[in-house]
């Protein structure tokens, strides 16, 4: 099983603007992935790969925009680091264990 296809089905609510165009960025950018033996090791690139697409860790509490994930709107390519540390990064993980 690839890392991407934990991002499939998508969530129901998003934090910000560009949240779900960075979801769908890290699913492209973990298509080839395979996924690892535990859910910390999969935790563990996620967060790698959300730092890689931001340019900021996941510990950066304070939204920010990504000139990248613009889409369209004033707020477009707004970044929520909450939503993925108590929404998206959990639902993520969770999937780890689901065939």
Do not use: C
């Not at 129901?12 to 033996?37: C, F, S, T, Y």
């Not at 563990?44 to 990504?66: A, C, L, N």
């Not at 000139?67 to 680091?81: D, F, I, N, Y």
């Amino acid at each position: 099983m690839k890392v991407s296809e934990i991002f499939e089905e998508e969530p129901a609510q998003w934090g910000l603007r560009g949240d779900p165009v960075l979801w769908r960025e890290l699913k492209a950018r973990l298509n080839d992935i395979e996924m690892p033996e535990s859910p910390d090791e999969l935790k563990k690139i996620i967060e790698r790969e959300y730092e890689v697409s931001t340019g900021h860790p996941i510990s950066h509490e304070d939204s920010f925009g990504v000139e990248r994930l613009k889409t369209h709107g004033m707020s477009s390519g707004a970044v929520s680091p909450q939503f993925w540390v108590k929404r998206g990064i959990p639902l993520l993980v969770s999937r780890h264990a689901k065939p």
